[in-house]
Structures are given as C-alpha cells and as structure tokens.
C-alpha cells in the first residue's frame, strides 16, 4: 500500500467513526476544502468548524467506496454512496425531522509531505433535497 493510499483511507476510516480528530491528524495545517455549493476553506480550524457543524445537523456513513490513486503519489479519487440522517435543520436547507437518505457522492484529494492537503466533495444536492422532502 503507497503512503497516500494509507493516508487516505486513515482519513475515511475516521469519517465513519465519527471522528474528526482522527480526520484532523490527516490534514496539512493549511488544508483547502471545496464543497459542493459554498465556498472554498482553508486551514485545519476551518475543517474542524465545519465538521462540528455537520456532525449537529447529519449522521452520515459512506460505503460501496472505490479507491483511485495517481502514479505520482499525490493525488487520489474516491466514489461511494453517502447512507445518511439529517437530525437538526441546516440553515437555507428543508427541516430535519430524522429523514434518511442515500446518495452517490465522490471526492478528490491532493496529498503532500504525509499530509492531505486539499479534499474537494461533489454530490448531487437537489437529488438530496428530494429525498429529504420525500
């Protein structure tokens, strides 16, 4: 297994642990983070803010992941399905009333010095939005 592979899927075991500390560790100080809709954060407490947030209004557990790697060692790609609960109401979004959801999402990520250091999330939010009204 290359160092970023290991890297990257230290970082998706802590994501379905439910621990972003675990997610922080793999992180570079100045990590870029690009959502799908919103804008661009950078740096660690940028990261962890918005886990605190999305940790309050989802539960979520990705699986049927597949895993791409670069040649180079830096780069990586991962699709799976996010199998989620929307518990709390997330500002601009439907209510939360507990609805569950299931969702292909991909990310990609950019890796350097040990550290990831940019992870970008793409998912298809009015297909969430439909299943969340139902």
């Not at 661009?40 to 990261?47: D, H, N």
């Not at 780069?75 to 609805?99: H, I, S």
């Not at 569950?100 to 999330?121: D, H, N, Q, S, W």
Request: with cysteine; glycine share 8%.
């Amino acid at each position: 297994m290359t160092d970023i592979e290991a890297l990257v899927r230290r970082y998706y075991d802590a994501f379905n642990a439910g621990d972003t500390e675990g997610m922080l560790a793999c992180l570079s100080e100045d990590v870029r983070h690009d959502v799908n809709q919103g804008a661009t954060r950078t740096g660690k407490a940028a990261f962890a803010e918005f886990c605190a947030h999305m940790s309050e209004c989802y539960r979520e557990e990705l699986t049927d992941m597949v895993f791409l790697f670069d040649a180079s060692g830096t780069r990586a790609a991962v699709e799976f399905v996010v199998n989620g609960t929307y518990l709390a109401t997330d500002p601009g979004l439907p209510e939360a009333k507990g609805q569950t959801y299931k969702l292909p999402a991909g990310a990609f990520l950019a890796a350097e010095g040990g550290a990831i250091t940019r992870v970008t999330t793409y998912y298809n939010l009015p297909e969430w939005e439909r299943q969340v009204l139902g």
